[in-house]
């Protein structure tokens, strides 16, 4: 199994461009979810899926958009990024929910110039 | 809403001292999770421990502990005879699974606390 795999590992935009940050894991997990780490702040939830077809916001989902057409997969797209999303971005799964060990990606570090 | 503390930003020790990294927490569920995490320089995330709010009961897991009081609503980790590897950074993180607010189904980190172990 890979577990979580998260594309790209780098990436440097600049403001007004638009990606998509890819997650896929391979461990048939219903729960889904992204978070943001900066320096100082810990990790914050973005968003989150409970299973295909359903996404909800987290504490921090402006800018963001994200949708999950498949179990396996769940990306996150910035449509028009910004400095303020400079930002490491962490993808994880569980077998359902926020109450179960979540298995981590090795993050995407993001900078927005 | 919940919350989680983590109030030493950066501790410093020399090997194979013990060392606490203390864990606060709030929460108006009576059912939730708590976790502790370790991201080593690396970046990976590393799941070290869960507990349900039920389970009061320490656990020991080699040279980790966790001291768990919902008296105190503290969760804190013990390292015994602390190790250069253990040079990281420590996230608790808290699930309230009943979701009785209506909250976002997901984790509340804490800050983290940098630990740092020298040889």
């Known amino acids: 199994n890979a577990g979580v795999t998260q594309t790209p590992k780098f990436q440097v935009l600049k403001t007004g461009q638009s990606m998509t940050l890819q997650c896929a894991q391979d461990?048939?997990?219903?729960?889904m979810s992204w978070y943001r780490q900066d320096p100082g702040m810990g990790l914050r939830l973005i968003h989150y899926?409970?299973?295909?077809?359903?996404?909800d916001q987290g504490e921090v989902p402006n800018g963001y958009n994200v949708s999950r057409s498949t179990t396996e997969d769940f990306p996150l797209r910035l449509l028009s990024a910004a400095p303020s999303q400079t930002s490491v971005y962490f993808c994880?799964?569980?077998?359902?929910?926020?109450?179960?060990?979540?298995?981590f990606g090795p993050g995407t570090r993001l900078t927005v110039l | 809403a919940q919350k989680v503390t983590q109030a030493q930003t950066e501790i410093s020790v020399v090997e194979k001292e013990d060392v606490t990294l203390d864990c606060v927490y709030e929460?108006?569920?009576?059912?939730?999770?708590l976790f502790w995490y370790k991201q080593p320089p690396s970046g990976e995330l590393v799941f070290l421990i869960r507990?349900?709010?039920?389970?009061?009961q320490n656990e020991i897991s080699g040279r980790y502990s966790w001291n768990f009081q919902k008296s105190t609503s503290s969760f804190n980790f013990t390292i015994t005879a602390s190790q250069v590897v253990d040079s990281a950074v420590y996230f608790c993180?808290?699930?309230?699974?009943?979701?009785?607010?209506?909250?976002?189904?997901?984790?509340?980190f804490g800050k983290g606390t940098h630990l740092i172990i020298q040889p």
């Open positions: 994880a799964s569980s077998q359902t929910g926020s109450r179960n060990e979540q298995f």
């Open positions: 461990m048939n997990h219903e729960y």
């Open positions: 899926s409970v299973g295909a077809g359903i996404t």
């Open positions: 929460t108006r569920d009576t059912t939730y999770y």
């Open positions: 507990r349900n709010s039920f389970d009061e």
């Open positions: 993180a808290l699930s309230e699974a009943g979701n009785s607010g209506g909250g976002a189904d997901g984790l509340t």
